[in-house]
């Protein structure tokens, strides 16, 4: 049981790239989300999907799109990379019954 | 939406001593509390919740009280370990799982 997996770990990208964030658990868990964490602003909710082929925004949701086609997987997609989407993501996920939120380790972002 | 503020943003304190974490939220309607912690190139991890209809829950050394009509909740660890140190976040939510609101993090450092 691996739980939250998150890849890749690190990415570096320019400016107007393209990439996805790869997020997959194997719990059965329902409710999938993506969180950006930067200094000083703690956790924030970028988007969030309670089952397959539901998704939703959360509070910070321009410049990324979201999809899920399995219960498994919940990626996260950059269309066009900008400096200020540097920050740690973190994939977490969690039963729709209730808590915990189970998060990954996380996948840190520089865009130069 | 729910707004969580948290203080400190920092906390030294010596091996054996308590450390105690501080949070407000705005929304009323919240009911769920959890606090996660995480420690370097690691995920957030879940270490107490509480829920609205509870003023206070312990777990060993880890205690967790609520104050809901000043809608406050605090963080406190006794008898500090080095292994404590790590960055405490606390969050609220209406249900416990979606739209998860988290303060800014406080960085625990216990000194042996």
């Known amino acids: 049981n691996a739980g939250v997996t998150q890849t890749p770990k690190f990415q570096v990208l320019k400016t107007g790239q393209s990439m996805t964030l790869q997020c997959a658990q194997d719990?059965?868990?329902?409710?999938m989300s993506w969180y950006r964490q930067d200094p000083g602003m703690g956790l924030r909710l970028i988007h969030y999907?309670?089952?397959?082929?539901?998704?939703d925004q959360g509070e910070v949701p321009n410049g990324y799109n979201v999809s899920r086609s399995t219960t498994e997987d919940f990626p996260l997609r950059l269309l066009s990379a900008a400096p200020s989407q540097t920050s740690v993501y973190f994939c977490?996920?969690?039963?729709?019954?209730?808590?915990?939120?189970?998060f990954g380790n996380g996948t840190r972002l520089t865009v130069t | 939406g729910e707004n969580v503020e948290q203080h400190p943003s920092t906390l030294s304190v010596q091996e054996g001593d308590s450390a105690v974490i501080k949070c407000t939220y705005s929304?009323?309607?919240?009911?769920?509390f959890p606090w996660y912690k995480q420690e370097l190139g690691k995920g957030p991890q879940l270490i107490i919740d509480?829920?609205?209809?509870?003023g206070e829950k312990k777990d060993q050394r880890i205690a967790v009280t609520l104050n809901k009509t000043a809608k406050h909740f605090s963080l406190h660890i006794t008898e500090t370990q080095p292994e404590d140190s790590a960055v405490y976040f606390c969050?609220?939510?209406?249900?416990?799982?979606?739209?998860?609101?988290f303060g800014i993090g406080t960085k625990l450092q216990v000194i042996p």
């Open positions: 977490a996920s969690s039963q729709l019954q209730g808590p915990p939120l189970h």
């Open positions: 719990m059965n868990h329902e409710y």
């Open positions: 999907s309670v089952g397959a082929g539901i998704t």
């Open positions: 929304d009323s309607a919240s009911n769920y």
């Open positions: 509480i829920r609205s209809n509870v």
């Open positions: 969050a609220a939510s209406i249900g416990g799982y979606q739209k998860v609101t």
